[in-house]
């Protein structure tokens, strides 16, 4: 993938560091989930049309985990109070 696919792991791994850190870090989650989707929207067409589905559904995985940690760990959060 080259360029495009170093930029989409920079924001996946600021994705994942700012649900990692410890306070949330509300403006970064938000910084990173709005750099993500800037980065799959430079990616060219033609590699969605044409990749195969296990592609697709990795990278969709690998990119909303953050959100399904950040959701288990508030989860968790409320059953302790």
Known sequence: ????????AF???LL????WQRP?????????GLGLL??????PENHWR???????????I?????LVDLCWAMIRKKEKE
Request: net charge negative.
């Open 38 to 43: 800037g980065a799959v929207a430079i990616l």
């Open 62 to 66: 690998v990119a909303f985990s953050p």
């Open 24 to 32: 949330y870090r509300v403006e970064l989650f938000l910084i990173a």
């Open 1 to 8: 993938m080259g360029f495009v696919g170093i930029i989409l």
């Open 50 to 60: 044409d990749s195969n589905v296990s592609f697709l559904l990795s990278f969709m």
């Open 11 to 13: 924001w996946t791994m």
């Open 16 to 19: 994942w560091f700012s649900v």
